[in-house]
């Protein structure tokens, strides 16, 4: 998912937009790559996208305290035009690149939506879109990556996500009938049936144990499609600070980097300039939903462009089409969703999210700690965001990244000089 390749995100004319085959080509070839391998790839990303990550979203929003609508138009907006940017990317690039929305960012707005309105919130939405725009326009991602380098990126991503693995021991804890139950079936299922998502084996258990124990109160009611609002923005610096440009810092350092990664280690040549470009547009389209970002995504990028969508790397791009079309869907019937989720025992929702952060935080770990660089930097910027700290009303991620980057300037001054971008 996450291979160890060098990347640049410079090119010699950092403005030139990458052609691909087209819409038309990429259309007319679909049929003939429409198979088992394809779309079976295709809908087992968008299984993954569509229940662990989905939680973790809707987990901010009750503790963000949005309001159901406004959840809906978030899960709508991230959903819906993540699908969008799959269809039309993989189409005319025939890459298997995935839209969706980043993870970890999610995460660190369970915080921030509780210091900011949404209004507020969607203004710095708007700003960490214009952001990943202009750095993928004007060719600066390379400048803007050697003064925020990966490993203190990622060191913050696992500081802020580090309470979601936590609740999976306390959840358990509070629920140990249904903990146990996701926990077999996100552990042991996978191995009976490698079809079966882990994450998707631990949902189905828990919910059939917390049936079982009475823990499930079903209000057919609330089973009705709700139309998606828009929400106006409003710009205060406080939220800009705190939620734009550590959003921003994710988009390309975490999410896009890894899918170009993947990219790259398959034999694909990634258009690197539009895919930040995209991310930047999208992301301030989604906005206006309520929704945090739109990006091209790592662990579903790295699931359609896997051997397991066929042989053929020329036809894996019609995987991502399959996961776009399954993915946007999904965000057409968010009101569902919704109500499925508030249906659920709190501590299921919270063992699920954290048993599907698992993979991203091992991941951070890993491109935090393991290079010998960046190391004091990585740790400082790890225990800023674990500890929530607030100063000036600008929330932890954000200190992450200044506190992490100063330390490494004062003790690792070298490693800035000789550091390559997104190893």
């Not at 937009?17 to 007319?28: I, T």
């Not at 949404?118 to 990943?132: D, K, S």
């Not at 547009?281 to 579903?300: D, E, K, R």
Request: charge should be positive; charged fraction near 10%; glycine fraction near 12%.
């Amino acid at each position: 998912m996450n291979p160890k390749a060098t990347i640049s995100f410079s090119t010699p004319n950092s403005q030139r937009f990458e052609h691909g085959p087209g819409l038309a080509s990429g259309l007319r070839d679909l049929p003939r790559y429409l198979n088992v391998n394809t779309v079976t790839t295709g809908l087992v990303a968008a299984v993954f996208g569509c229940t662990g990550p989905a939680l973790i979203v809707l987990n901010a929003a009750t503790k963000g305290h949005l309001t159901t609508v406004q959840a809906i138009s978030w899960l709508f907006g991230i959903y819906f035009l993540g699908g969008l940017v799959s269809v039309l990317m993989a189409l005319y690039y025939k890459q298997p690149i995935c839209g969706a929305y980043n993870i970890p960012a999610a995460v660190m707005l369970v915080s921030s939506l509780s210091m900011f309105s949404l209004n507020q919130a969607v203004g710095a939405y708007i700003i960490a879109g214009v952001l990943v725009f202009i750095l993928g326009v004007s060719g600066l991602i390379g400048k803007v990556m050697r003064l925020l380098p990966l490993p203190i990126v990622m060191a913050m991503i696992a500081g802020a996500m580090i309470h979601f693995g936590t609740g999976i021991i306390t959840s358990t804890q509070s629920s140990p009938y249904i903990g146990l139950a996701a926990l077999i079936g996100f552990l042991i299922l996978p191995r009976i049936s490698k079809k079966i998502p882990p994450v998707l084996g631990a949902l189905v258990l828990g919910i059939i144990v917390a049936g079982v124990v009475g823990g499930l109160h079903w209000s057919g009611e609330q089973y009705k499609f709700i139309a998606p609002r828009l929400v106006m923005p409003q710009f205060t610096l406080n939220a800009v600070f705190s939620i734009a440009i550590p959003l921003a810092a994710l988009v390309i350092g975490s999410e896009n980097a890894q899918a170009i990664g993947v990219l790259t280690g398959q034999g694909y040549q990634a258009p690197v300039n539009m895919i930040t470009m995209v991310s930047g547009i999208g992301s301030i389209l989604v906005s206006f939903f309520g929704g945090h970002n739109v990006n091209i995504a790592g662990p579903m990028t790295a699931i359609c462009a896997t051997e397991e969508a066929g042989e053929n790397k020329e036809g894996r791009y019609a995987a991502a089409v399959v996961n776009g079309v399954v993915f946007g869907g999904f965000g057409l019937i968010a009101s569902i969703a919704v109500a499925f989720v508030s249906d659920l025992p709190k501590d299921l929702i919270g063992i699920v999210a954290g048993l599907a952060m698992i993979g991203v935080l091992i991941s951070a770990f890993n491109e935090a700690f393991s290079s010998k660089k960046f190391k004091h930097g990585a740790f400082f910027a790890l225990v800023i965001a674990m500890s929530g700290v607030t100063l000036l009303k600008i929330s932890a991620p954000f200190w992450a990244l200044v506190g992490g980057a100063i330390v490494s300037f004062l003790v690792e001054p070298k490693d800035f000089e000789s550091t390559k971008i997104m190893q």
